[in-house]
């Protein structure tokens, strides 16, 4: 056991998935239905990672395969180096997924005490991260409301709170803002943005381009069972070919001869950049060039 905990601790990748095909049948067909395509995708430890695309791309088979859910039918996936098929790797995984169930008639605290006793936590070191939790997602005001009652925005992050209870060095999340009002997005943005800065790594799925465009610091976009296009946002929202130039107190005459001209016209250069495409337009083209 201790061998195994070891090897967790030295992998490089939290999360590494290599020639990863899901086959399903059809009833009463010869032919099969392909969920997910030879795919190879690497999430590093502390980094965001966002995966997109449209319904029926892929994206959840990869999550369920990733969560051992979901048997692939070529390929492998691994968690910190270790086969998502062991039940061991899924220790360090917390789970959020896109419509969470929760017992109605339990309040806040109730339904975390819950599943932190189904992690085997008891007593006061479960008190303490109840505690803990529900002062990082901000309910601690409705602990003890019962979460029947509680909007859709409140049932994500309680939905978040328990995929933290066992103090996950994954956390993995299907559509974490899914029927949120922008309060409840963002609310749960800037969760997922204090979770990396304690050192944990986000493995995501949202159709959301500008909330992935906020929090994200790499990619993949998945289309018809493919991992289309991948990388780090900045690389591929860039135009290679065009810079812009930002400047105070600008001229008439200063966008023909900036280079020139802005010292001399005492206009100020305040930043050079690459000229960038929204997420939004990588993702249509990419998506429109697979069709």
């Known amino acids: ?9 030295v992998s490089a990748a939290a999360v590494r998935i290599r020639g990863l095909t899901k086959l399903y049948p059809l009833p009463g067909r010869w032919r099969k239905m392909v969920a997910v395509r030879d795919v190879n995708l690497e999430v590093q430890e502390g980094e965001i990672y966002g995966l997109l695309g449209p319904n029926g791309s892929g994206k959840s088979t990869i999550l369920k395969v990733l969560l051992g859910l979901v048997t692939p039918t070529r390929g ?9 098929r062991d039940y061991r790797s899924h220790r360090v995984v917390g789970f959020l997924p896109e419509n969470p169930y929760f017992y109605r008639f339990l309040t806040g605290e109730e339904t975390l ?16 991260r109840i505690a803990e939790l529900l002062r990082l997602v ?5 602990r003890h ?24 060095r994954l ?22 943005l204090e979770l990396k800065s304690r050192g944990k790594t986000v493995l995501l799925t949202s159709h959301l381009l500008e909330q992935v465009e906020d929090i994200c610091d790499r990619i993949g976009i998945m289309f018809r069972g493919s ?3 991948e990388g780090r946002l900045a690389d591929l929202v860039t135009v290679e070919e065009r810079t812009e130039y930002v400047v105070q107190n600008a001229s008439a005459d200063l ?29 249509l083209e990419a998506t429109r060039s697979e069709r």
Request: hydrophobic content about 40%; proline content about 3%; some cysteine.
């Open 227 to 229: 991992l289309v296009r």
């Open 1 to 9: 056991m201790r061998g195994f905990f070891n090897s967790l601790l």
């Open 76 to 84: 492998e996936s691994k968690i910190f180096g270790k086969d998502s």
């Open 171 to 192: 956390i993995v999340l299907d559509e974490p803002t899914a029927g949120v009002d922008p309060l409840g997005s963002r609310q749960i943005r800037d969760l997922i």
């Open 113 to 128: 005490r819950f599943f932190g006793k189904l992690c085997s936590l008891r007593g006061p070191q479960l008190e303490a």
């Open 255 to 283: 966008e023909e001869k900036v280079e020139a001209l802005a010292s001399a016209s005492g206009a100020k250069l305040l930043e050079t950049r690459k000229a960038r495409l929204s997420l939004e337009r990588v993702f």
């Open 145 to 168: 409301r019962r979460v029947g009652g509680y909007s859709k925005g409140m049932l994500q992050r309680i939905g978040l709170a328990q995929a933290l209870v066992q103090d996950p």
């Open 138 to 142: 901000g309910l601690e005001e409705a």
